[in-house]
């Protein structure tokens, strides 16, 4: 009788045994699943930012003497839509960018003097504010923000317009901003309804080279009317 009671005891024990061994191994197995997969994802991560190019910069000079700072693949975009060569000036040793300029075939042959001034004029311009102008604006509406506008170019800010007209262009409107805000257009373009006008600040004489008789100078006095 005790015998046939301890080897069902033993069997019990036995059985119960292995269900521990079973459920600790695949607990352990589990545990390693998920290390290895976290595994595989830090590595995917790893190489998904190795994968990430650099975006380089550079200085842009447009035609009309403004800066800008963009990237190559969308100055070469601008030059062939615009139908100007796209020509290297320098390296930059403060701002550490290279430095080009759109030309026309009349400027090809126009030294570039003074790139290092440039490149610190163009380090004195600061963020971009956005302004957006609606259609039914009100004349003294209109005024009030132009002159708000003109104090953010007087303190070196670009100045980035929305001008909203979805019943078509008004033409007179639109010059009469274009006449009133005191800077330099560097880009203008039309989007569904809505006129997007980027200024630059105008340049003062502390910007312009002391040297009225050199006819190659960089920049020019912009005349406000």
Known sequence: MFKFLYKPSKLLLTKTDRNINQCVQRN????????????????????????????????????????????????????????????????????????????????????????????????KIKATKLFTIKHSIMNHDLDVKIKNINKILKKNFKAKIFFNHPNGPQEETLDYIKK????????????????????????NNKNISSDDSNNNNVFQKQKHQ
């Open 28 to 123: 352990f197995l589990w545990n390693q699943t998920i290390n290895f997969n976290c595994a595989d994802s830090g590595e995917e991560e790893k190489v998904l930012r190795k994968k990430t190019p650099r975006i380089c910069k550079i200085t842009l000079i447009h035609p009309n003497k403004t800066l800008s700072v963009t990237t190559l693949e969308e100055a070469e975009k601008l030059a062939n839509r615009r139908n100007f060569q796209l020509v290297f000036v320098a390296n930059s040793s403060k701002s550490g960018r290279k430095v080009y300029q759109l030309k026309d075939s009349l400027m090809l042959n126009e030294p570039i003097n003074n790139v290092e001034e440039i490149v610190e004029i163009e380090q």
């Open 180 to 203: 009133k805000i005191e800077g330099v257009i560097s880009e203008m373009q039309e989007k569904k309804g809505t006129t997007i006008l980027l200024f630059l600040p105008a340049l």
